[in-house]
């Protein structure tokens, strides 16, 4: 065994290129479209995970996405298990935000865009994987590393390739920061957002207000039925109201935005059923609606799978000198997709971050030795098994 406080020690003695790489992929811009900076942050480590033996192949992004790399190591081990390291190369900072906001650094601190969400990420799991290997790791079956570019948008594209890649995973270690308390993430709540289209029949409001039949009208009744799924362990947030056009004319036409998050699958399924049902059986005869599903994550459940995990990660955790925390999220991740296929999953395994998607955004350089030894020493566990 190698020990996470070995892996440690190796990446304190290269925290200057590891910094130095930060600040270069931090200054790619990188939004989810165009895909061209996407594609340079993926080529990029393509490239640096090639120089150190992996099998690296670019899987072709569709949705105008940009490639996702999957870059992977095969060890000694021919049946042992797969391990998967899942991040994303895409921020949700746009084109020219790099030249405005550049990498910056101040008393340990680094800022720029994308700099915890999550190229520093990115490049701390580069450099573990490269102190395991010089290290002499070789006692492990497969460890794919998938840097995906459409995370932001809700993996249109790599959705696919994350449940095709990670379905026999032994477990599936999501690199996105660690809180600002420096905890991991346990679960994640799944979510189902998209847009309630209501048409209803114009008619003057004052001469034959009869003839009309107001999408406004049964758009409120739909809302307030909406409403009401929120549950212990669920919530509804509707946004986006709009309805009708001038004063005196009966709306023929209201649409909303609902978003649905839960806890518990079973919760989800229950909400987003009765969502179904709720906007497929208009209260006002004569009016029609129609609910468009925009995007979405299933839940990413705390279970048995999970508790195994973050005991073993608590045990590494002492080697690797950090404090072990877990909680969960009400924001999704990649980790979503692979928690309903019955893979474990544990997220947040990245540096300490905070202030995510805002201009205060900011990486503790000081935690990336420590995180990365505890990512390393749980590969190096999980691959014993
Ligand atoms: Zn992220």
């Known amino acids: ?60 992004g569709t949705h105008e996405t940009g490639d996702h790399l999957l870059a992977t190591f095969h060890g000694k081990r021919e049946t042992g298990p797969h391990i998967l390291l899942i991040g994303h190369c895409d921020t949700v900072f746009p084109e020219g935000i790099a030249a405005q906001r550049p990498f910056t650094m101040k008393d340990g601190i680094a800022y720029g865009p994308g700099v915890a969400d999550m190229k520093g990420c990115l490049v701390t799991c580069q450099f573990m994987m490269e102190a395991l290997l010089t290290e002499g790791f070789e006692e492990f079956g497969k460890i794919g590393i998938l840097y995906d570019t459409d995370e932001e948008r809700g ?42 289209l209501v048409s209803g029949v114009s008619a003057h409001a004052g001469v034959d207000p009869e003839k009309g039949r107001s999408a406004v009208h049964e758009l409120a009744h739909q809302m307030v039925a909406i409403q009401k799924l929120e549950r212990e362990g ?55 609606s129609e609910f468009q599903i925009l995007g979405g994550r299933p839940v990413m459940e705390f279970n048995a799978e999970t508790e195994k995990l973050v005991s073993i990660a608590a045990e590494i955790a002492e080697d690797a000198g950090v404090e072990f925390m877990h909680a969960p999220s009400g924001g999704g991740s990649d980790g979503n997709y692979l928690s309903p296929l019955g893979v474990a999953v544990l997220d947040g395994l990245g540096p300490v971050g905070g202030n995510l998607h805002t201009d205060e955004e900011y990486l503790e350089l000081e935690s990336i030795a420590p995180r990365g030894a505890l990512l390393g020493g749980l590969i190096e566990r999980l691959s014993t098994k």
């Open 1 to 60: 065994m190698i020990g996470a406080a070995a892996i440690r020690k190796a990446l304190e003695a290269r925290k200057d290129e590891i910094i130095d790489q930060i600040a270069h992929v931090v200054n790619i811009d990188s939004p989810t479209f165009p895909s061209k900076g996407t594609n340079a942050v993926s080529s990029h480590f393509a490239e640096k995970y090639r120089t150190m033996g992996a099998d690296v192949e670019m899987i072709p």
């Open 155 to 196: 993996n249109p594209s790599s959705r696919n390739v994350i449940e095709r890649i990670g379905k026999d995973a032994a477990a599936a270690l999501i690199i996105e920061s660690g809180r600002a308390n420096g905890s991991t993430v346990s679960s994640r709540k799944g979510s189902c957002f998209g847009r309630l």
């Open 234 to 288: 669920g919530t509804v947030n509707i946004t986006g109201l709009s309805g009708g056009h001038r004063p005196h004319i009966v709306a023929d036409e209201a649409s909303c935005h609902v978003e649905v998050r839960a806890e518990r699958q079973a919760i989800f399924d229950s909400m987003t059923d009765e969502l179904r049902r709720i906007t497929s059986s208009p209260h006002i005869e004569g009016t029609r």
